[in-house]
């Protein structure tokens, strides 16, 4: 089992090797990335600026992330 699992990472590494991510079409990983970069810009002024205060935007930011990337 764990064998078909390496070749299924493999093929996948080489065919993103080959083709790379369509410019033409929206991508789920920058989608995410973009949000959690917008959710900073806006969370960074609301919060202290230590190093909790940072923790905790962070942490809003990337929960919020994850969680728009569930579904």
Known sequence: MFKYHIIAVLIGCFLDACFGDPLFLWHPVCGIGNLISWLEKKLRP??????????????????????????
Do not use: V
């Not at 609301?46 to 579904?71: I, L």
């Open 46 to 71: 609301r919060f202290p600026e230590n190093e909790a205060g940072e923790r905790q935007a962070g942490g809003m930011s990337g929960f919020t992330g994850a969680a728009c990337s569930r579904g």
